[in-house]
């Protein structure tokens, strides 16, 4: 008994679900929603990740080995051009400074020794008191003497500048990295570990990829005959944050790379974004977010298009209200609209649902309501 109660309750729950097109006689002309195709204004939103970059990041490396005998900053630290970082110790290269003066001053008095020899064998010569020969030996002790000079100048040189290099300085202005070596560490040039890493983030860099298609996709909204005109038209680009956040101020993109990567394919464009308060810093992750408007263009929405086989179809009515199924060519997709490349023109009618079982060469009655088309105008599609 509760079984035929149970089937009943069904039977009656599906009679009432039934669409509207149930009732209608064996093989009426089904009502169906159509919209007519106009052009709109539009503008898509394309998100591609980043990875962003200070505009000058440094790894900071010590140019002499020794004991880091000082720290003058420490992690995250905004430093300036010029500013003294580290201090290693000196003694070592003081001293081999010392020696080289030293050596210099002993060169120089050899210098101003052979120089009087000279002088005392000239008139000597010149009176046929002494050989030629003594005086041509002076003369080459003197030239000898001048070279070691000249030599041991440049012993004192390198000894000074190993002894600056004691005092390691920023090259830049920025921030300061982590500090991974303490005070008393040993350190040298060929340590596979830097100082620290020093981030002039006052603007940042946001590098992003571009498919082979995309690019190309990209390159033909744009006017101009080189790609440094086309960046000239772009118009400013957003960043949005990994918590979704926007950051307040907008970037440009101002770079394209010179070749695609063969490994995946893509070509890399980096956004420059203003950053003087220092919120962004090297590392940070986001998405740059791209506005394109589109001057008549014909967007539809997605649920009224059927994917088969990587083709995009819509099916279109003509002025009998017959329904053939079109494939379609599209050139932006959103979350739930298509910008349409071509396949359909303005003027002409597609079916916005229903159409699943519809066999091409059918009749249909169009729905009349509101036009859709007038819905999509001035939409702003997030790709």
């Known amino acids: 008994m509760k079984s035929i109660i149970t089937l009943t309750l069904i039977a009656l729950f599906a009679f009432g679900c039934a669409d509207k097109n149930a009732g209608?006689?064996?093989?009426?002309?089904?009502?169906?929603?159509?919209?007519?195709?106009?052009?709109?204004?539009?503008?898509?939103?394309?998100?591609?990740?980043?990875?962003?970059?200070?505009?000058?990041?440094?790894?900071?490396?010590?140019?002499?080995?020794?004991?880091?005998?000082?720290?003058?900053?420490?992690?995250g630290a905004y430093v300036t051009a010029g500013q003294s970082l580290f201090k290693i110790n000196e003694k070592p290269y003081r001293e081999q400074y010392n020696n080289a003066s030293a050596s210099l001053n002993a060169a120089e008095a050899a210098v101003l020794n052979a120089q009087l020899e000279v002088e005392k064998?000239?008139?000597?010569?010149?009176?046929?008191?002494?050989?030629?020969?003594?005086?041509?030996?002076?003369?080459?002790?003197?030239?000898?003497?001048?070279?070691?000079?000249?030599q041991t100048k440049a012993t004192v040189g390198s000894a000074q500048i190993n002894l600056g290099y004691t005092i390691i300085k920023a090259p830049v202005s920025g921030y300061i990295g982590r500090l991974p070596k303490k005070q008393g560490s040993l350190i040298s040039p060929a340590d596979p570990e830097s100082l620290t890493t020093l981030s002039?983030?006052?603007?940042?860099?946001?590098?992003?990829?571009?498919?082979?298609?995309?690019?190309?996709?990209?390159?033909?909204?744009?006017?101009?005959n080189t790609l440094n005109e086309k960046l000239k038209g772009l118009a400013p680009v957003s960043l949005v944050l990994s918590d979704d956040s926007?950051?307040?101020?907008?970037?440009?993109?101002?770079?394209?790379?010179?070749?695609?990567?063969?490994?995946?394919?893509?070509?890399?464009?980096?956004?420059?974004?203003?950053?003087?308060?220092?919120l962004l810093r090297s590392g940070n992750t986001g998405k740059v977010k791209i506005s394109i408007q589109h001057q008549n263009a014909i967007v539809i929405p997605q649920d009224a298009?059927?994917?088969?086989?990587?083709?995009?179809?819509?099916?279109?009515?003509?002025?009998?209200?017959?329904?053939?199924?079109?494939?379609?060519?599209?050139?932006?997709?959103?979350?739930?609209?298509?910008?349409?490349?071509?396949?359909?023109?303005?003027g002409d009618r597609i079916v916005l649902k229903g159409f699943e079982n519809l066999p091409d060469g059918a009749t249909i009655i169009p729905e009349s309501g509101v036009s859709e088309q007038a819905k999509q105008k001035k939409t702003v599609a997030k790709l």
């Open 24 to 75: 209608a006689p064996a093989g009426a002309p089904a009502t169906l929603p159509v919209m007519e195709i106009a052009y709109a204004s539009t503008s898509t939103e394309t998100e591609y990740p980043v990875a962003i970059q200070g505009k000058t990041d440094v790894e900071i490396r010590p140019q002499v080995s020794g004991t880091l005998d000082q720290i003058f900053v420490d992690e």
């Open 121 to 150: 064998l000239t008139p000597l010569v010149a009176n046929k008191v002494v050989s030629d020969y003594q005086l041509k030996t002076a003369k080459a002790n003197l030239a000898i003497a001048k070279a070691t000079v000249a």
């Open 200 to 224: 002039d983030t006052k603007d940042v860099y946001a590098y992003f990829s571009l498919s082979e298609n995309e690019f190309i996709n990209f390159k033909s909204l744009y006017k101009g």
């Open 246 to 278: 926007v950051y307040p101020q907008q970037g440009k993109i101002d770079m394209i790379d010179g070749q695609f990567d063969k490994t995946t394919g893509a070509i890399t464009m980096r956004a420059t974004f203003p950053n003087a308060n220092g």
């Open 305 to 346: 298009t059927v994917e088969i086989q990587d083709k995009v179809y819509v099916f279109l009515v003509d002025k009998k209200n017959a329904v053939t199924r079109q494939p379609v060519s599209v050139s932006g997709k959103s979350g739930t609209t298509y910008l349409i490349k071509d396949g359909i023109s303005t």
